[in-house]
């Protein structure tokens, strides 16, 4: 078949519709040309008009050249304005972002620079502040001597102007050192600081000092091996100093599951009670008895007891569980010189108004040693903890002797407040 012949009907529709899509793209074109748009604010500028609208334009002219070869014209070279208007933003936009890319770096190295200078001036400053502090400690250090310096001249001053009632350097050696005994142990330092014969004396007579330490049960309770009666006293003033100084080293027993509500201490063990109902028994470093040595039947004479390396004393030793409300109150009782300074009974009360007595002196509680065999290649360290003490793993579950529900007398109920034994 052959194609129907185009009427005039088809031309004119056609070429209106060739029309329509020009003034289109001509009106999409208007937002793209910023004289136009500040003639006319209802045409917002939207920058350089983008390559596809000059596809559209070379599209529209090829269609509209059969038609009117004048009119394909008109629009192929519109098409070439668009496109050149198009590559001309496309390489401002480029330069400009080159552009902004460059400042920003410049600013990056600007920015870092500054950085740099303001850590160096506050290393430079953070170094002042230091030389300052280490001038004025040693300022502090060197009038804190004199100051000293001149308290000691006045108070040796003072006493050689007090009225002499007796002769103390006519007194023998031996009613000296029964003088010193009786004295506290800073008397007894005061004394050898004004004395140069009290002093000699004090320094020769070495059972002087454990004599002072067990009376006035001062820290540590016993000299180390090898140790001196005098240097163990010296290192409980070291240790009272820095108490008092607030120099000291804090170590936390995580014993119970709930808040401690009280503590207690003697020598070197405390106990604890908690609002979950419990006690814990801890040991404190160090906690181990005189050298002594005995003879074993399997191994033949052995050396003194030590304390186990991996477990010490620094943990809980045992535990009482019995009561029914949080414990508010403990102390420790016992504990003389006669059995090796460790507590005996345990005193507690709760919330409840339930008294309790608790025995420390069963089972091993305070026997976690291992003795030492001598005379071997190797040291041999054997367990010496009996079955029915505490383990390495596991602490010793206390006895409880006594317990009494204290009451009003008046309402015969039990006391639910705070108390003390």
């Given at each position: 078949?052959?194609?129907?012949?185009?009427t005039?009907?088809?031309?004119?529709?056609?070429?209106?519709?060739?029309?329509?899509?020009?003034?289109?793209?001509?009106?999409q074109?208007?937002?793209?040309?910023?004289?136009w748009?500040?003639?006319?604010?209802?045409?917002?500028?939207?920058?350089?008009?983008?390559?596809?609208?000059?596809?559209r334009?070379?599209?529209?002219?090829?269609?509209?050249?059969?038609v009117?070869?004048?009119?394909?014209?008109?629009a192929?070279?519109?098409?070439?304005?668009?496109?050149d208007?198009?590559?001309?933003?496309?390489a401002?936009a480029?330069?400009?972002?080159?552009?902004?890319?460059?400042?920003?770096?410049?600013?990056?190295?600007?920015?870092?620079?500054?950085?740099?200078?303001?850590?160096?001036?506050?290393?430079?400053?953070?170094?002042?502040?230091a030389s300052?502090?280490?001038a004025?400690?040693?300022?502090d250090?060197?009038?804190?001597?004199?100051?000293?310096?001149?308290?000691?001249?006045?108070?040796?001053?003072?006493?050689?102007?007090l009225?002499?009632?007796?002769?103390?350097?006519?007194?023998p050696?031996?009613v000296?050192?029964?003088?010193?005994?009786?004295?506290?142990?800073?008397?007894?330092?005061?004394?050898?600081?004004a004395?140069?014969?009290?002093?000699?004396?004090?320094?020769?007579?070495?059972?002087?000092?454990?004599?002072?330490?067990?009376?006035?049960?001062?820290?540590p309770?016993?000299?180390?091996?090898?140790?001196?009666?005098r240097?163990?006293?010296?290192r409980?003033?070291?240790?009272?100093?820095?108490?008092?100084?607030?120099?000291?080293?804090?170590?936390e027993?995580?014993?119970?599951?709930?808040?401690?509500q009280?503590?207690?201490?003697?020598?070197?063990v405390?106990?604890s009670?908690?609002?979950?109902?419990?006690?814990?028994?801890?040991?404190?470093?160090?906690?181990a008895?005189?050298?002594?040595t005995?003879?074993?039947?399997a191994?033949?004479?052995?050396?003194?007891?030590?304390a186990?390396?991996?477990?010490?004393?620094?943990?809980?030793?045992?535990?009482?569980?019995?009561?029914?409300?949080?414990?508010?109150?403990?102390r420790?009782?016992?504990g003389?010189?006669?059995?090796?300074?460790?507590?005996?009974?345990?005193?507690?009360?709760?919330?409840?108004?339930?008294?309790?007595?608790?025995?420390?002196?069963?089972?091993n509680?305070?026997?976690?040693?291992?003795?030492?065999?001598?005379?071997?290649?190797?040291?041999?360290?054997?367990?010496?903890?009996?079955?029915?003490?505490?383990?390495?793993s596991?602490?010793y579950?206390?006895?409880c002797?006594?317990?009494?529900?204290?009451?009003?007398?008046?309402?015969?109920?039990?006391h639910?407040q705070?108390?003390?034994?």
């Amino acid at each position: 078949s052959t194609p129907r012949a185009m009427t005039s009907d088809d031309e004119d529709e056609r070429m209106q519709a060739l029309c329509d899509d020009f003034e289109e793209l001509c009106r999409q074109l208007r937002y793209h040309q910023k004289d136009w748009c500040v003639r006319n604010p209802a045409y917002a500028y939207q920058g350089p008009p983008p390559v596809s609208l000059a596809e559209r334009l070379e599209a529209l002219a090829r269609d509209a050249r059969d038609v009117s070869e004048e009119d394909a014209e008109i629009a192929e070279e519109l098409a070439r304005q668009v496109r050149d208007e198009a590559e001309a933003g496309a390489a401002e936009a480029a330069r400009k972002a080159a552009l902004e890319a460059r400042i920003e770096a410049r600013e990056a190295e600007a920015e870092k620079a500054r950085a740099a200078v303001r850590e160096a001036a506050r290393d430079a400053e953070r170094r002042a502040a230091a030389s300052a502090a280490a001038a004025r400690m040693k300022s502090d250090s060197s009038a804190l001597s004199a100051a000293t310096t001149r308290r000691r001249r006045a108070a040796t001053d003072a006493a050689a102007r007090l009225p002499t009632l007796f002769d103390l350097e006519a007194l023998p050696d031996s009613v000296v050192s029964l003088v010193l005994r009786e004295m506290g142990d800073y008397e007894l330092a005061a004394t050898m600081c004004a004395s140069r014969r009290f002093q000699r004396i004090a320094t020769l007579d070495d059972e002087l000092w454990g004599f002072v330490q067990r009376k006035h049960r001062r820290w540590p309770r016993r000299p180390r091996r090898g140790e001196t009666c005098r240097a163990a006293f010296q290192r409980g003033i070291l240790v009272d100093a820095g108490w008092r100084r607030a120099r000291f080293d804090k170590k936390e027993h995580r014993a119970h599951s709930e808040y401690a509500q009280c503590v207690a201490l003697r020598g070197d063990v405390f106990v604890s009670g908690s609002a979950d109902k419990t006690l814990a028994v801890v040991g404190l470093p160090p906690r181990a008895p005189e050298p002594q040595t005995e003879t074993s039947a399997a191994f033949g004479p052995v050396g003194p007891f030590r304390a186990f390396a991996s477990t010490g004393w620094e943990r809980v030793l045992g535990r009482a569980v019995g009561h029914v409300d949080a414990v508010t109150c403990c102390r420790l009782t016992g504990g003389d010189a006669a059995d090796g300074g460790a507590p005996t009974t345990l005193f507690s009360g709760d919330a409840r108004g339930e008294m309790r007595v608790w025995d420390l002196t069963r089972g091993n509680l305070f026997d976690p040693y291992e003795r030492v065999v001598e005379g071997t290649a190797d040291e041999t360290y054997v367990d010496e903890t009996s079955s029915d003490g505490p383990t390495t793993s596991e602490c010793y579950s206390i006895p409880c002797v006594s317990s009494h529900l204290l009451s009003s007398p008046a309402t015969g109920l039990p006391h639910a407040q705070f108390f003390d034994v």
